[in-house]
Structures are given as structure tokens and as C-alpha cells.
């Protein structure tokens, strides 16, 4: 690749030198001196690209001029590329940006609906501490009533932060069932 860039480098500098000694030697034929003639950027391209194929032809033949032709074309594709690689660079950047923005605002989010579940949990918590001292001061066979309509969780939950001489005297007052599965659910919770 590198010897290929240096042959178009080389080629190209020999084609601008013979153009440059084409060119000086035109003007020194020629004593009179060509009147002022403003173009616009199109014209004078396309001027431009005529006297550079005139004297393309004259130092070599049309193959050069055909070569000559082909780089300016992939010049001009390569800028064309480089344009719409800059401009999907620039969109990227943008969709990054806006992405960031919105894992940003997620967190933030996250963190507000964390802090309300905590707020519920700690609210929860207090309120089977208030149900655990209320009935520790009950007589086992009124706890065992209250608990048994209970939901099962929440029962187990204060069975778990009473004394354990309470909790066996409440779990042989209560209906064997709801003994039973209260008993269960006990055991695999205090694991």
C-alpha cells in the first residue's frame, strides 16, 4: 500500500512539474498578455479542468489524462465520505448526550421509588413492632385468636419477635390447622 502511495505521490508531482514547464513555456511564447476575465466557481472548475486535460495531453497521452480524472473523482468521493462520517459522528455524539441524559433521570427516578419502598418498609416494620409489645401483653388464648385471623406472614412475622415460651403456649391454643401451617412457615423463616 505504501509503495502504491508513493508511485501516485511520484506520478502526480511529475505530471505537476511537466504541467508547471508546460505552462511557463506557453507563456513565454506568448508576449500578450490575456485580458482579466472573472468566472464563478463552477466556471472556472470546469476552465480549470480543460487546461489542465489540454496539457495533460500535450506532455503525455490520453492515459494520463484518464488517470488524472479518475484520482480527482476519488478525491471528491473521499470528501463526500468524510462529510457523512463527520455528520454520523456528530449524530452519535448527540444520541450519546441523550442517552446519558436519560440514564441519568432514571437513577434519579430509581432512587425516589427506592426511597418509597424503604419508607413502606420501615412504616411496615413499626407497626408489627407496636402489634409484637401489644401482644406480649395479651393473655396467650386472646393472642392465639387475634393471630389465627391474621395473615399468615404478619402472624409469623410477630410470632418471630415474641418470647418463645409465649409463642409455644399461642400455638397450642390455636386451631391445630392454622397451627400447623403457622408452625411451618415459622420454622423456614427462623432459617
Do not use: W
Request: overall charge positive.
Amino acid at each position: 500500500m505504501r509503495t502504491k502511495n508513493a508511485f501516485i505521490y511520484t506520478l502526480v508531482t511529475l505530471m505537476l512539474g511537466s504541467l508547471s514547464y508546460a505552462v511557463i513555456s506557453a507563456d513565454s511564447k506568448d508576449v500578450k498578455a490575456p485580458k482579466a476575465k472573472t468566472y464563478t466557481e463552477e466556471e472556472f472548475k470546469k476552465a480549470l479542468q480543460e487546461e489542465v486535460d489540454k496539457t495533460i495531453k500535450k506532455v503525455s497521452g490520453n492515459h494520463m489524462v484518464d488517470f488524472s480524472k479518475e484520482l480527482l473523482q476519488k478525491e471528491e468521493a473521499i470528501k463526500v465520505k468524510e462529510l457523512e462520517v463527520k455528520k454520523q459522528e456528530d449524530q452519535l455524539k448527540m444520541n450519546m448526550s441523550d442517552f446519558e441524559k436519560r440514564v441519568k433521570e432514571f437513577q434519579v427516578e430509581q432512587k425516589r421509588f427506592i426511597g418509597c419502598v424503604d419508607g413502606q418498609d420501615e412504616k411496615a416494620d413499626k407497626r408489627v413492632t407496636q402489634m409484637v409489645e401489644v401482644i406480649s401483653g395479651m393473655r396467650p388464648q386472646n393472642a392465639a385468636d387475634l393471630l389465627s385471623v391474621q395473615e399468615s406472614d404478619l402472624a409469623v412475622k410477630i410470632l418471630g419477635q415474641l418470647d418463645p415460651a409465649k409463642v409455644s403456649k399461642i400455638f397450642n391454643l390455636m386451631d391445630k390447622e392454622i397451627s400447623a401451617k403457622l408452625q411451618k412457615q415459622f420454622m423456614t423463616m427462623k432459617k
